[in-house]
């Protein structure tokens, strides 16, 4: 029933062409609230810690939680995509919700939305709308100590920003995504995101380039928001004990450091004395913004940093002979953070002995982002192959209805996925060493994908392959090797194409099988599903 709310693609592209007034937009969420028994300032007593950004706001949102969790507070958390389940959305005290709570939840909220519907209003908001209403709803009823709501895009017009009084706010960094929606510079991107930030409320931000830094300084000044940019985390590791993050990758520490002055802010709010404060706020000339606090963080803090786990984002599994290195990055500099964590993750391995190493991408991309920029990144790691497939766990998604998107059609995913491959090809040609992405023992002339792609001459593109679904892909990667990820026996044809044949000898003797899955959290999301089958439960 939940998914009969999400938008179809047609629809979805009326809209676009529509351009409908975003501020009416927001109205209606309003008008929604109400009419599920809630008013706005009844949102004040959630206590909200507001968080937008383009690229690690959730892993922002995770380390706030989880720090404030370390001081005794009952936590909600709202976020979103979901990996493998719709309630992973609404946390109580970093756990998602049961699937007993959502289910009353659900119908309280759907039938009084039905209840008080008539003819001059949609009796139903859109998909991501109802999970928000229900978020509040679940909060409020719950009598968590405060909320962490990440913002679902952009921020000026999302529906989370019917939120009047947070207690604080906080901007990760910046950068491009969604331009259809938000616009196509970071100047006009910062515009939406600084549309949080309210009349005496605190706000944080990371360090940004100079221009949409001053959009959302001059956002902050029009309407009397004091706005802080962090120090980094060395700042507050000076003289101590360096910090520990739960999350890996050198980009977390910026997302760790804004964290914890949402957090630091958060407890000042509510008189907790435990922080010592070493250096008060000060001008930064350079960037005309008070740089906020530099304080010693708290042994909860610390712990609190330590033990976040976000999965999907930088996240390891090993698996006997195969390592998944998972990160749901996809924009140009989210991938660039992925990228150098991928490389500095390998670097740091252990050599293996007795057999070579293979090295596989598993990419897809969604949206208006550009594949081909992204994939142009993804070039320097040497993959030995490259596998794309659609965000779909099955071919037949009737056994997963947390998996199931309608808006967009098979045909249109299955091209998408080829049009990812032309461009890796493409990029291989243009290498000045056309054997540096040939795998060995590959045939250069068979085509290049499996059962969906013509035939290609190239030889650069011969380790390129598509496939139908994540659970073929996982299953021609991992060759059975993987302990946990054990699927039936594949389907006919698997190996019958003579990529897929010669390259599943290669990976059947390699010592150690190195596998990037990125370019989309949906498609981590499917990964996680098949071989974390603890996420499904």
Not at 333 to 338: E, F, K, L
Not at 372 to 382: D, M, Y
Not at 475 to 486: A, E, K, L, V
Request: glycine share 6%; aromatic share 8%.
């Amino acid at each position: 029933m939940l998914n009969t709310l999400q938008t179809n693609a047609s629809y979805l592209e009326q809209v676009k062409r529509q351009r409908s007034d975003p501020q009416s937009q927001l109205e209606a969420m309003e008008r929604y609230l109400a009419r599920s028994g809630l008013q706005v300032e009844d949102l004040d007593r959630l206590n909200i810690i507001h968080v937008t950004g383009t690229k690690g706001k959730g892993s922002t949102c995770a380390f706030t939680e989880h720090i404030l969790r370390n001081y005794g507070l009952k936590t909600g958390f709202f976020s979103s995509p979901h990996l493998v389940q719709v309630r992973e959305r609404i946390r109580i005290n970093g756990q998602p919700i049961s699937p007993e709570l959502f289910t009353k939840h659900f119908w309280r909220l759907y039938h009084r939305l039905e209840e008080t519907k008539d003819s001059s209003c949609v009796s139903m908001p859109a998909y991501f709308r109802f999970l928000t209403l229900m978020a509040f709803h679940v909060f409020l009823q719950e009598k968590v100590d405060l909320a962490v709501v990440e913002v679902g895009i952009g921020g000026a017009y999302d529906c989370t920003n019917i939120i009047r009084k947070p207690v604080v706010c906080g901007v990760s960094s910046l950068g491009i995504d969604h331009t259809s929606l938000l616009g196509d510079t970071m100047e006009k991107i910062a515009w939406q995101k600084g549309g949080i930030f309210k009349h005496g409320i605190p706000a944080f931000t990371v360090l940004q380039p100079e221009g949409p830094l001053a959009v959302l300084r001059d956002r902050a000044q029009q309407i009397s928001c004091p706005l802080y940019l962090c120090p980094p985390l060395e700042a507050l590791e000076e003289g101590a004990p360096p910090l520990i993050l739960g999350l890996e990758g050198e980009h977390q520490r910026s997302n760790a450091a804004l964290a914890l002055q949402l957090a630091h802010c958060w407890l000042q709010h509510h008189n907790n004395q435990d922080i010592q404060e070493l250096k008060m706020s000060r001008p930064s000339v350079r960037w005309q913004l008070p740089l906020a606090p530099v304080f010693q963080p708290t042994s909860h803090m610390r712990h609190g940093l330590r033990d976040t786990e976000w999965p999907g984002r930088t996240q390891v599994l090993l698996r006997g002979p195969l390592t998944w290195y998972l990160d749901g990055a996809h924009t140009t500099s989210s991938i660039q953070a992925c990228v150098r964590w991928y490389r500095q993750a390998l670097q740091r391995r252990e050599r293996p002995s007795g057999g070579p190493e293979v090295r596989v991408l598993l990419f897809n991309s969604t949206g208006d982002r550009d594949p081909a920029a992204l994939l142009k990144l993804l070039q320097p790691c040497r993959f030995d192959y490259a596998v794309f497939c659609p965000n779909l766990t099955e071919v037949s998604s009737t056994g997963s209805a947390d998996q199931q998107n309608f808006t967009v059609t098979l045909d249109q995913v299955l091209l998408r996925c080829l049009q990812h491959q032309q461009h890796w090809n493409c990029l291989g040609e243009e290498q000045d060493s056309s054997d540096l992405w040939s795998s060995p023992n590959l045939e250069p002339s068979g085509p290049t994908s499996l059962l969906l792609a013509p035939h290609s001459p190239h030889p650069c593109s011969a380790s390129s392959l598509v496939f139908s679904c994540i659970s073929h892909a996982l299953q021609w990667i991992s060759q059975g090797r993987d302990p946990i990820f054990q699927p039936p026996s594949p389907p006919r044809g698997l190996l019958a194409h003579p990529v897929a044949n010669s390259g599943a000898t290669v990976l059947r003797e390699a010592a150690a099988i190195q596998v990037l899955v990125t370019g989309s959290l949906h498609l981590v999301g499917g990964v996680l599903k098949l071989l974390e089958p603890s996420m499904s439960q």
